[in-house]
């Protein structure tokens, strides 16, 4: 049977043919901290041994975008419509040059975050729902979404105690605990970073509740140890590589 053309989002790219993009495309969704990264470096070397070619993506990871993107950060005076472009800008250059080539030589491409954490980002931040869903219509439908969903409860020891040090250090270009972004600093949520972080990944999560019913994610319960979620991944990914007949 020949494999499933794939789809955009919305109106798409008409430049791009998706007729011939024989790889898969798997994205691993989740919050800040809940361990995606470490997830996908284990999930990337399993694929590998199987003898998938592999290409691993991640937010703000753009050559052409990343170094920008951390230094309008770091002054930390973006408005919301310039915090969704610049991630909407990023997230482009990848998908035209990193994410459509790489699916064109048939690779597996794991995603560490798709547009969807981009959707949950910016509504938190008070940008139109509508809007934010036009903009990302180029953008091309995964094969799959595992969403590794935790609860605030479990999530904050994580952080704190520094256990996701790979994704932190690619978030926050360091690998301690709690950033400005990531709690949501800048919308005066709280009197200080903890309780600004606890207000914010709720509204996060609660975001992302709403994104698994509208796009139809793979639900992971991340709350399980590193060793269990991780079964749970591969089993959901051999079934898309490999479906029954």
């Given at each position: 049977?020949?494999?499933?053309?794939k789809?955009?989002?919305?109106?798409?790219?008409?430049?791009?043919?998706?007729?011939?993009?024989?790889?898969?495309?798997?994205?691993?969704?989740?919050?800040?901290g809940?361990?995606?990264?470490?997830?996908i470096?284990?999930?990337?070397?399993?694929?590998?041994?199987?003898?998938?070619?592999?290409?691993?993506?991640?937010?703000?990871?753009?050559?052409?975008?990343?170094?920008?993107?951390?230094?309008?950060?770091?002054?930390?005076?973006?408005?919301?419509?310039?915090?969704?472009?610049?991630?909407?800008a990023?997230?482009?250059?990848?998908?035209?040059?990193?994410?459509?080539?790489?699916?064109?030589?048939?690779?597996?491409?794991?995603?560490?975050?798709?547009?969807?954490?981009?959707?949950?980002?910016?509504?938190?931040?008070?940008?139109?729902?509508?809007?934010i869903?036009?903009?990302?219509?180029f953008?091309?439908?995964?094969?799959?979404?595992?969403?590794?969903?935790?609860?605030?409860?479990?999530?904050?020891p994580?952080?704190?105690?520094?256990?996701?040090?790979?994704?932190?250090y690619?978030?926050?270009?360091?690998?301690?605990?709690?950033?400005?972004?990531?709690?949501?600093?800048?919308?005066?949520l709280?009197?200080?970073?903890?309780?600004?972080?606890?207000?914010?990944?709720?509204?996060?999560?609660?975001?992302?509740?709403?994104?698994?019913?509208?796009?139809?994610?793979?639900?992971?319960?991340?709350?399980?140890?590193?060793?269990?979620?991780?079964?749970?991944?591969?089993?959901?990914?051999?079934?898309?590589?490999?479906?029954?007949?």
């Open positions: 049977m020949a494999p499933k053309e789809v955009f989002f919305g109106t798409g790219l008409p430049y791009i043919d998706t007729s011939d993009l024989a790889g898969k495309l798997i994205v691993i969704e989740g919050t800040d809940v361990g995606r990264s470490t997830q470096a284990e999930l990337k070397k399993w694929l590998e041994v199987k003898g998938h070619p592999v290409m691993t993506t991640g937010w703000t990871r753009s050559p052409l975008l990343g170094n920008a993107i951390d230094a309008a950060k770091a002054g930390h005076n973006l408005n919301v419509n310039t915090f969704s472009l610049l991630y909407l990023d997230f482009a250059d990848r998908l035209e040059h990193e994410v459509l080539p790489a699916l064109k030589a048939g690779f597996v491409v794991l995603a560490d975050r798709y547009f969807y954490t981009a959707l949950a980002r910016s509504v938190v931040r008070g940008a139109d729902q509508d809007w869903r036009r903009i990302y219509g953008a091309l439908e995964p094969d799959v979404v595992f969403y590794m969903k935790i609860q605030i409860e479990d999530l904050i994580r952080v704190i105690n520094g256990e996701n040090l790979i994704e932190h690619w978030e926050s270009g360091s690998a301690e605990g709690m950033d400005y972004w990531e709690s949501g600093m800048d919308l005066g709280g009197e200080d970073v903890y309780d600004s972080f606890v207000e914010y990944q709720k509204r996060i999560l609660t975001e992302f509740d709403v994104l698994v019913e509208e796009f139809g994610f793979s639900t992971v319960d991340a709350s399980l140890s590193f060793a269990e979620t991780n079964k749970v991944l591969k089993r959901g990914i051999a079934a898309i590589l490999d479906p029954e007949p």
